[in-house]
């Protein structure tokens, strides 16, 4: 018999629908084993050398390294990504990736809050796993759905841009300026206050990229190069600086250990951030153009770089001329004793 029930109330298929071709498998229910066994027969029928494609056992640590393999080396955040879904696999006890649900993903989210993990950081690891099962599913290399296409992003609260006032942009300098072994980041911080780089932009820069007064920012998280004007006296100080030392070296933390020589108090999480954070927001309060701003910054969308709108000295002022009471201020009542 082709199906039959078994002891654990599970039904077993067993067809042969040719001499030499024989499949076997359980199923739960007698519905899905006569759909596999209507399945088997008519397939083998069609092509002869026809098999059911194996159960795809392999773990999430598996789909992760194949997701690398295939796709996220040629991500701008390619070293990033793939320690954060290292350390994601093994805080979700590296499951059988086809068995992952989005219950064990929202638990594992719950307690990484409790511990007073950052939401942003929370949606950026979601955005990875979402993007690992998206992209195999897209190149046929797995055939079942993403476990967390409707796990939606936590809410944020949106949190004040942070940045730096003249004076403490003169404190800051001045600190680099005077502190020990500290050219290149002087440097690299006068750059980004200038550009409206981003640290690593502008810590990659070399000499062949300084030229006719302007910088040339390169490996940049959009994908896309961009020039941009800088004052004789900043392109003069990098190239005798490259011809000097040579290539910037790596300074970021350096740069959280001056900063904290300062009496400059910064959110957490902000640090070199806050050098283009300063140049956007006195670039707006200035009355720059902010699709001026969109283009300098590198943005794909102007819908980020709006984030610095409010700065502006037009923003909103409509609000205050034309309310439905702004004729009646001039006669607004005096305090009562």
Known sequence: MAI???????????????????????????????????????????????APKPKDRRK????????????????????RLKQVLEKLVRELGDPIAIKFTADQFCKLRGQHLADGIHGKTLNNRLG?????????????????????????????????LSFLSHAQVTELLQTFDTYP???????????????????????????SRVKNGAVTFANTKSRRTRSIPVHPALERALLDYFKKYGPFPNCMRHFSRVLESTSIKLPAGQATHVLRHTFASHFVISGGNIL???????????????????????????????NPIVDTFSTLPQPRN
Not at 295 to 316: C, E, I, Q
Request: hydrophobic share 35%.
């Open 128 to 160: 990875y796993l979402k993007s690992l099962f998206n992209e195999l599913h897209r190149l046929g290399d797995i055939d079942y759905p993403n476990p967390l296409a409707k796990v939606r992003p936590l809410r944020l609260q949106e949190r004040p």
């Open 4 to 50: 039959e029930q078994l002891a654990d109330g599970r039904w077993k298929v067993d067809v042969e629908p040719i001499k030499g071709k024989r499949f076997r498998k359980a199923f739960k229910t007698k519905g899905e084993a006569s759909r596999f066994e209507a399945t088997c027969r008519a397939k083998v029928i069609e092509t002869p050398d026809w």
């Open 292 to 322: 001026t701003l969109q283009k300098v910054l590198g943005h794909s969308s102007v819908n980020m770089t709006m984030r610095y709108a409010h700065l502006s000295p037009d923003h909103l002022q409509d609000a205050l001329r034309l």
């Open 60 to 79: 999430l640590s598996e789909l992760a390294q194949r997701y690398y393999d295939l796709h996220g080396h040629t991500l701008a955040d390619s070293v």
């Open 181 to 207: 072994n500290c050219e290149h980041l002087a440097l690299i911080a006068r750059v980004c206050l200038a550009t409206g780089a981003r640290w690593g932009e502008a810590q990659g820069l070399v000499s």
